[in-house]
């Protein structure tokens, strides 16, 4: 027999103290039991200074929702040339606590407050971003230019802090 998972604030203290000690300063702790699961349902921790390079998903099956439990994350929205076309900052009681977010729209997301606990669900299987997937006008995680274009984009939030 399977056991419940309950998401409670012992789960959320844990999986913000693994993000704050990695490197990456993120980490998801994963509902879905396989990456070629067809519903992949998630807690993503994710702490200020993270870079999760903007992106999308081409295909029509991986539409992404994204509500945040605990902390402050800043979406950003871009057009395929970079130019930012929306930004949204999500709270668990602000104004707005969750978005979904379009196959082929690039996105990014980022901590503007520690211990930011979000859940994601969207389709499955997971599978590797392609190509046409990475936004080519935006530094790769592990460029020199990270911590320049991460301050650019907390720079777009720092009026609502």
Request: aromatic share 6%.
């Amino acid at each position: 027999m399977k056991t419940p998972q309950i998401i409670d604030q012992s789960l959320l203290d844990a999986v913000s103290q693994e993000a704050a000690a990695s490197p990456r300063r993120r980490k998801n702790r994963n509902f879905h039991t396989r990456d070629d699961d067809c519903s992949h349902r998630l807690l993503n921790a994710i702490e200020p200074g993270s870079y999760i390079a903007p992106h999308c998903h081409l295909d029509p099956a991986k539409d992404e929702t994204m509500i945040v439990l605990r902390g402050l994350l800043g979406v950003v929205f871009f057009d395929a040339a970079g130019q930012v076309t929306q930004t949204v900052l999500l709270a668990p009681a602000g104004a707005a606590c969750g978005v979904t977010i379009p196959h082929g729209v690039f996105h990014t997301v980022l901590a503007c407050q520690p211990g930011t606990v979000f859940f994601e669900a969207k389709a499955g299987p997971y599978l590797p971003l392609s190509d046409a997937e990475r936004a080519t006008w935006a530094p790769g995680e592990g460029d020199a230019s990270v911590v320049a274009y991460v301050q650019t984009l907390n720079a777009l939030f720092a009026s609502r802090l």
